[in-house]
């Protein structure tokens, strides 16, 4: 596995999100409420614009809830880093599709 790191409860706690990477999985962390944190997960290379959303997960802002997140992010990880690499052609296919979903998702 590759390196993995999530910031200390208080950085949440002080409202700060928090995006990163392991290998081809990206994910984003964005406290709401001071209750929950909201998590995302993508496979890269692009960035959450340019990227489709895998899945969406809500944990307790809490010492409990990061570690159910790494728990979950790490699940992500394992199982985006052990697909087949894709192709030039796949990877900007697959970011046109994203930018073209976000486009009807706006205009809608």
């Known amino acids: 596995m590759g390196t993995f790191f999530l910031p200390v409860l208080s ?53 409990e809830g990061l570690t159910q997140l790494e728990a979950w992010c790490r699940r992500w990880s394992e199982e985006i880093n052990r697909r087949p690499p894709r192709s030039l052609e796949e990877t900007l296919a697959m970011r046109e599709a994203a930018l073209q979903s976000r486009k009807e998702q706006a205009d809608s």
């Open 11 to 63: 950085h949440f706690q002080n409202d700060n999100f928090w995006t990163a990477s392991d290998r081809r999985m990206r994910y984003l962390v964005t406290p709401k409420e001071g209750e929950r944190l909201e998590a995302q997960v993508w496979e890269g290379p692009w960035g959450h614009a340019f990227s489709h959303i895998e899945e969406e997960a809500s944990f307790p802002l809490s010492e």
